[in-house]
């Protein structure tokens, strides 16, 4: 008997059908709206795996409710979704998909980047209503990007991509994390730096380390106090690790001087949102791995942990093992 499997997301036919010729497969029919809790708790109860996204909390009440559930394959590198603990202490292994959306995140973190620091939106949107009438000397102008400094914040795989860009630009690159990166620095001449000086130093700061207990609210009113005025936070890592109400008083206050923000701390954000409403804030809608490819890479990955965890063999992107 084929083992059974609920997917939580439409995903393209080719990954169901490469499912399917191992596994009873069940899926959520919409791509475009999450899975209602309540379906979710009922599909789970009968299923040997879970295909799952960032947008289903997978926590301990519905972890117990899984009676054959031996694992949840989570189509993302994060997995702050899924209670860990829980999985464990119930025998459930979790696996991601790291690796694969290095190279699409930084470009899409050096895009926002640049389109922060050049008001790009600010500039769509005064064409496109009409008020472009005449060239001003000093219209629409922002901060440069060739030869200023960046702060990374968390070097890992995509933090030394996003370095490797910005020596085409021939900026200055500093790095804080957990740990020195030796190789990050000889090859790519980064420089380490305690937070609060990378914070002070840099002319853009992106934050790129993982969400983790330890890193809510990284970056709140004190250290956005620090940069400096003419600075722009990016974030293309999790909402959480930036505290959005001490970055609204910042950017009202301007400590800084825009940001740029991939992530929210609730998503999909609110309209109402008072980040929304600032002009130098640039949004958008948490498409830091949203390539065509990169997507396609993302979904096999995640079936295929799926799979050889159904199979007994080892996942290779384990997180939690049993």
């Not at 740990?179 to 992106?206: N, Q, W």
Request: net charge negative; charged share 25%.
């Amino acid at each position: 008997m084929k083992p059974k499997i609920y997917v939580t997301r439409k995903l393209p036919d080719v990954i169901i059908s490469y499912l399917s010729n191992e596994c009873e497969v069940r899926m959520w029919d919409k791509e475009d709206e999450p899975v209602p809790p309540e379906i979710l708790a009922e599909e789970i109860e009968e299923v040997d795996g879970l295909l799952c996204l960032l947008t289903e909390t997978i926590d301990e009440r519905l972890l117990g409710k899984g009676r054959n559930l031996k694992v949840v394959s989570n189509m993302a590198v994060g997995y702050n979704n899924i209670d860990i603990q829980a999985a464990k202490s119930k025998g459930v292994q979790v696996t991601n998909t790291p690796g694969v959306l290095t190279e699409t995140t930084a470009d899409l973190t050096f895009g926002l980047l640049i389109a922060t620091a050049r008001r790009f939106e600010e500039s769509i949107n005064y064409v496109k209503e009409g008020k472009w009438k005449t060239w001003s000397p000093m219209g629409l102008t922002g901060q440069d990007i060739f030869g200023a400094t960046l702060g990374i914040i968390g070097m890992g795989d995509i933090g030394e991509a996003v370095a490797s860009r910005a020596k085409g630009f021939k900026m200055n690159v500093l790095y804080h994390n957990r740990k020195r990166k030796i190789a990050a620095e000889e090859t790519l001449g980064a420089a380490y730096r305690e937070l609060d000086d990378l914070l002070t130093e840099s002319d853009f700061v992106v934050v790129l380390t993982p969400y983790t207990p330890q890193t809510h609210d990284l970056i709140s009113y004190k250290e956005l106090a620090l940069m400096k005025p003419t600075s722009i936070l990016i974030n293309t890592s999790r909402g959480g690790i930036v505290n959005e109400e001490a970055l609204y008083q910042a950017l009202l206050e301007k400590k800084i001087y825009a940001a740029g923000l991939d992530v929210f701390e609730q998503e999909p954000v609110s309209l109402t949102h008072p980040l929304l409403q600032l002009p130098n804030v640039t949004a958008l809608p948490h498409i830091g791995s949203a390539s065509v490819t990169t997507r396609m890479k993302m979904a096999k990955l995640a079936a295929f942990n799926l799979l050889e965890a159904l199979q007994h063999r080892t996942p290779p992107n384990l997180v939690v093992t049993v």
